[in-house]
């Protein structure tokens, strides 16, 4: 049913719910959409212009090709609704979400969005620019060639997502969260990626040539092949990774855990692992030439075919570490055994006995 900008502007102001209507092509700037429901209403190629959304409900409404241009949105909620073709033009968002909806060829440009989220949608060619997305939460979503470009995504969640063909570009990524998501073979060369939160993700073949990764958590995450040249990584984690054939070469970890990982043929080669810890860790054919390893803990470690030439040790620890290198535990600053690690061994086969 079609309905006329006046009718529709009357049911506005009286608070009615808008549902099963026609209102394609309107012009609603400057009306205040401050509560209103709408359900089921076909919303095309219509124009928001400084419009105010406050606890405004969306429920499977068609908003193809229409423009929202420096409106605020808060608390707002878009349920089923097709967002194809929509252009947000520096708009004001915050606590506002869209379930299962659709975003193909949609334009997010300018503007600031605070704590927004995107639940059980899809999107498709789609791009975010210019944005200041803090605390974005995005989760059970497919992101199809979706491009952030010059966003900040400060402590935004992207959780469980495959994102193999967005396109990261001159964003900020501080303390973000990329649990399970499927990142393989991104290329974050450079990029501040302090305190963000990697665990369990798909990293294989990815690139993070001279980036920050001050506090970064790896844990548990796929990193074969990975490129960590020349990082800064200082107290970064990565706690049961699976990193074989990594690159770190000429990094800095120092005080990073690496215990119970996985680093089958890595590269280490001319790092600083000072005070680094390497519990339980499998280092099998590591390379390990030219590193700083001071008051750093290789205890029960399988470090068998490892290379350690040219490295600097001070109180380093080897408490039965699994070496193929006969001289290696001989050498200068090297702890062949911990006495309060041995102490403890006995103390624990005598309680257990």
Do not use: P
Request: aromatic share 14%; proline share 0%.
């Amino acid at each position: 049913m079609r309905v006329s900008e006046q009718q529709l502007k009357e049911w506005l102001d009286n608070g009615i719910t808008i549902v099963n209507v026609d209102c394609s092509g309107m012009d609603f700037s400057h009306m205040d959409m401050r509560g209103v429901i709408f359900e089921n209403v076909n919303l095309k190629n219509t124009l928001f212009h400084r419009n105010a959304f406050d606890e405004s409900i969306f429920n499977d409404c068609d908003f193809e090709n229409a423009r929202f241009i420096e409106c605020e949105l808060n608390a707002t909620l878009f349920n089923q609704c097709n967002c194809s073709g929509v252009n947000h033009i520096n708009c004001q968002i915050t606590k506002t979400s869209w379930s299962e909806s659709q975003f193909i060829s949609t334009q997010f440009h300018s503007g600031l969005y605070q704590k927004a989220a995107f639940i059980k949608s899809y999107f498709h060619k789609t791009t975010f620019q210019q944005l200041t997305a803090t605390e974005l939460v995005c989760t059970d979503t497919q992101l199809d060639e979706t491009v952030f470009e010059q966003c900040n995504l400060y402590k935004s969640i992207f959780y469980q997502l495959d994102l193999r063909t967005c396109l990261f570009s001159h964003c900020e990524l501080q303390n973000m969260v990329w649990t399970k998501s499927n990142l393989a073979n991104h290329q974050f060369d450079g990029v501040n990626l302090s305190q963000s939160v990697f665990t369990e993700a798909d990293l294989t073949g990815a690139s993070f040539k001279k980036a920050n990764l001050l506090q970064a958590s790896f844990n548990g995450a796929k990193m074969s092949f990975v490129c960590m040249d020349e990082v800064q990584g200082k107290y970064a984690i990565f706690l049961e990774a699976q990193a074989d054939h990594l690159s770190a070469k000429n990094a800095d970890f120092e005080q990073s855990i690496f215990v119970e990982g996985f680093f089958e043929q890595a590269n280490f080669s001319q790092s600083n692992l000072s005070l680094s810890v390497w519990q339980k860790a499998n280092a099998t054919k590591a390379n390990f030439d030219n590193c700083q390893f001071y008051f750093t803990d290789f205890s029960y470690a399988n470090l068998s075919e490892a290379s350690f030439d040219g490295a600097t040790f001070n109180e380093t620890r080897f408490h039965r570490a699994i070496t193929t290198d006969q001289q290696l535990k001989k050498r200068a600053g090297v702890r062949e055994k911990d006495d309060a690690l041995f102490e403890a061994e006995l103390w624990s086969e005598q309680y257990h006995a």
